[in-house]
């Protein structure tokens, strides 16, 4: 049997174009539904692994962004002359990396 899928299946239409081109293929209804059973299922974990990678993401930039944050200040307080301005770069350094 070739299960190959030209497309993802987006919604329930795509889902019932493929049942029914197996359906040409195979004359067991229960055959079907277990095939079109387990497309739903790789698709919902597809569609989890997408929702993980996603918030994974979103950690790492904001990661990232404190990464910067953090080597600004580190600049900042290395470039300055000023000991009242080293002392507040110092502090928002430190607020930063607890």
């Given at each position: 049997m070739d299960l190959r899928i030209p497309k993802i299946p987006k919604n329930e239409d795509d889902l019932n174009e493929i049942s029914n081109q197996l359906?040409?293929?195979?004359?067991?209804?229960?055959d079907l539904e277990h095939i079109v059973a387990e497309l739903i299922g790789e698709l919902q974990s597809i569609e989890n692994r997408l929702t993980q990678s996603?918030?994974?993401?979103?950690?790492?930039?904001?990661?990232?962004?404190?990464?910067?944050?953090?080597?600004?200040?580190?600049?900042?307080?290395?470039?300055?002359?000023?000991?009242?301005?080293?002392?507040?770069n110092l502090?928002?350094?430190?607020?930063l990396l607890r």
């Open positions: 359906g040409h293929e195979h004359d067991n209804p229960e996603e918030t994974d993401a979103k950690k790492l930039k904001e990661e990232i962004s404190k990464i910067y944050l953090v080597l600004s200040k580190m600049i900042l307080l290395i470039s300055s002359n000023n000991e009242e301005d080293k002392i507040k502090k928002d350094l430190l607020s």
